[in-house]
């Protein structure tokens, strides 16, 4: 927890009044939305959108001014946390479920600066199954063409044993993919089959990326 508060904290510092930022979703970023709602207590004038139902539900009870991704022409700076990130910054989201709308804000995005704890360090990534979210319709078709790319699909399911659902109302195969050595080619080829909404590679849009560790320090790479 402290690794996770210590970036999350040290992200909150690049915010400034005027900004509209991007709140990402999970326990990382849980953390920047906190710090966040002491701020604007305290007289910081920032506006918010939200990459997921729970995060913009978090923002409003902390007093966090939240408007859709509509109403804004552009996000200055979004802060998320990632499932793992390589040396290149390339990244594996979605382990909250919210990736489609984390990458909407993402790219909308003139800074990306990703919090994580030092075990999400990875070379290459890969360890971490590679979330894709799915339309409902021909989903085990869409299951077996993903397979064909050397991985092996899993249907996320919910506590209640139901297949989970996203905000957006889709399935997430969750990839066991156990190494990936091409993250971009990879991205294209998911993003190639029919059936597939979005995958959790996020190539080239990490724009900071700090790490926290279990001692509370912080170091931006």
């Keep these: ?30 953390w920047a939305i906190q710090k966040l709602g002491t701020l604007v207590n305290n007289g910081l004038r920032i506006t918010a959108v939200a990459t997921s139902i729970q995060s913009e539900q978090l923002a409003k009870e902390l007093g966090i ?28 989201k979605g382990g909250g ?21 030092e075990s999400k360090q990875a070379q290459p990534l890969g360890s971490f199954p590679l979330p894709v979210e799915v ?39 969750d990839c066991h993919f156990g190494k990936i050595d091409a993250a971009k080619d990879l991205h294209i080829a998911i993003n190639l089959i029919p059936g597939v909404v979005e995958n959790g590679l996020f190539i080239d849009l990490a724009t900071k990326v700090i790490v926290g560790y279990r001692d509370g320090s912080v170091r931006e790479l």
């Design 1 to 30: 927890m402290e690794a996770k508060k210590a970036a999350a904290e040290k992200a909150v510092e690049y915010i400034r009044d005027g900004m509209v930022v991007g709140l990402g979703t999970g326990s990382t970023a849980y």
């Design 65 to 92: 001014p939240v408007r859709s991704i509509a109403e804004v022409d552009e996000i200055d700076v979004t802060i998320d946390g990632a499932d793992e990130v390589d040396p290149e910054w390339n990244l594996i």
């Design 97 to 117: 479920g919210a990736l489609l709308r984390e990458k909407i804000v993402a790219s909308s995005s003139k800074e990306l600066i990703i919090i994580v704890d």
């Design 135 to 173: 339309v409902k319709f021909g989903c085990e078709h869409t299951q077996r063409k993903l397979s064909k790319l050397g991985c092996v699909p899993q249907l996320r399911m919910s506590d209640n044993q139901q297949p989970y659902m996203t905000d957006n109302g889709n399935y997430i195969l």
